[in-house]
């Protein structure tokens, strides 16, 4: 076992606090303040109504803001922006601090399990790469060997990884799997990765309560309340009352 040392997960785990707050936190109030003008949202006229109804037991302009801005600010406001958040995340942190100086790898680190030196190509989450992007990985991987080759380093097969920040085994997409059972590339996802960066087994779920903390800061309940009451003084909201 070639474990990190603790303050250097304790770094990380704060580097990530202070990035996810400027970065996933910054866009996400941006995106919901965004939700005063009622331009924003493709309102059903039937189905908007009947949502606040079925939500509230009544139609009322606060009901009917209510509808509109909770899927968009907990569901696609954030899910929508937040792969490419994590792309970032993977350009402003880990390459910062694990960046490889080989054309097309991402990182380079020791495993914490097996001790030997790997060759990661980052990724968001588990539905991340299509088609295209197994044969461009591939190639990557193939010149990195070919250069330990050329420069006498010991690349095995296995020593060139693919690392995803999150997901589980059962959500890879095909193209990975075919990655994985093609070309014989391991894939390090969520909690796996995590543990091969720093031999903590626990290190995702410490992850887990990092962004946790970070989201019981920022009082979203305050600005939601601010927002539904812009939204309902608007007159598209009073007229879908009636």
Known sequence: MHVMPREEQERILAIFSEWFKNNV?????????????PNEFNINPFLTPYLAGFLYDELTPESVARVLIYP??????????FGTLMQRFISDVLKEVYGSTTRGIDIEFIDAV???????????GPQTINKDDVVTVHNHFRDA???GKTNNLPVQQHDLVV????GE?????????????????????GKEFWYHLT???????EIYVTISNVG???????LINTVVEALVETDVIKEIVG
């Open 216 to 222: 019981a800061g920022v009082k979203g309940e305050q």
């Open 199 to 205: 031999g903590n087994k626990d290190f995702y779920h």
């Open 163 to 166: 690392g995803i920040l999150y």
């Open 114 to 124: 097996d001790g030997r030196k790997k060759y990661c190509q980052v990724k968001a």
């Open 72 to 81: 968009r600010v907990l569901g696609t406001s954030i899910t929508t922006s």
């Open 145 to 147: 060997r070919n250069l």
């Open 25 to 37: 936190v910054v866009n996400h109030i941006a995106n919901t303040e965004k939700l005063k003008n």
């Open 169 to 189: 085994e059962h959500e890879l997409n095909a193209h990975y799997k075919k990655l994985r059972d093609t070309h014989d590339y391991p894939i390090y996802i």
